[in-house]
Antibody, heavy 119, light 107 residues
Framework: QVQLKESGPGLVAPSQSLSITCTVS????????VHWVRQPPGKGLEWLGV???????NYNSALMSRLSISKDNSKSQVFLKMNSLQTDDTAMYYC?????????????WGAGTTVTVSS | DIQMTQSPASLSASVGETVTITCRAS??????LAWYQQKQGKSPQLLVY???TLAEGVPSRFSGSGSGTQFSLKINSLQPEDFGSYYC?????????FGAGTKLELK
């Protein structure tokens, strides 16, 4: 069964950094890309970036300077790191599998992890 | 960036009705469009990709159409489990962007 599960800190202080781990099962990161998407409370979806099976990445240019995505294939984990968080970074953060391995849309999503930026 | 404009923002309908949600892209995205359904408190689920191809397991009462800049998602004979929010997303280059969503509510 294909699954993705996000784990994060829950609460982050303003100006601090965020680290979220996406642990996948039922498929290999050497065959599939994984995207990150976030959703502020009561609002729409924003694509953050993707790490492809081969390890290359693409980022939303609006966030590129603060964002880093990496992975550990052996542990089936993908990592999202974002610097200099502000209150408008408060959101549900999702990881999602690229359909077919390399497509720019998402066929399986994690349940998400809530991140609140507050002092 | 490609802007995706969805309409209506909200929609009330009854079980058994047919509804249509539209999505307009700010430039030509050919058929690189996906639709997702999101129920309250849940993660989105893929419904349609490449504008008209149903994802695995999606009921045939859902259908997608359009190309270029104008797209639509049609739901025939609404079922109770169809109520929720719907988002379009272009998959034609980066950054990927989504429509603001359509909230489908039970009348």
């Amino acid at each position: 069964q294909v699954q993705l599960k996000e784990s994060g800190p829950g609460l982050v202080a303003p100006s601090q950094s965020l680290s979220i781990t996406c642990t996948v099962s039922g498929f290999s990161l050497t065959s599939y890309g994984v995207h990150w998407v976030r959703q502020p409370p009561g609002k729409g979806l924003e694509w953050l970036g993707v790490i492809w099976a081969g390890g290359s990445t693409n980022y939303n240019s609006a966030l590129m300077s603060r964002l880093s995505i990496s992975k550990d294939n052996s542990k089936s984990q993908v990592f999202l790191k974002m610097n200099s968080l502000q209150t408008d970074d408060t959101a549900m953060y999702y990881c999602a599998r690229a359909r077919g391995g390399s497509y720019w849309y998402f066929d399986v999503w994690g349940a998400g992890t809530t991140v609140t930026v507050s002092s | 960036d490609i802007q995706m404009t969805q309409s209506p923002a909200s929609l009330s309908a009854s079980v058994g009705e047919t509804v249509t949600i539209t999505c307009r892209a700010s430039e030509n995205i050919y058929s690189y469009l996906a639709w997702y359904q999101q129920k309250q408190g849940k993660s989105p689920q893929l419904l349609v990709y490449n504008a008209k191809t149903l994802a695995e397991g999606v009921p045939s009462r859902f259908s997608g159409s359009g190309s270029g800049t104008q797209f639509s998602l049609k739901i025939n004979s609404l079922q109770p489990e169809d109520f929720g929010s719907y988002y379009c997303q272009h998959h034609y280059g980066t950054p990927l962007t989504f429509g603001a969503g359509t909230k489908l509510e039970l009348k």
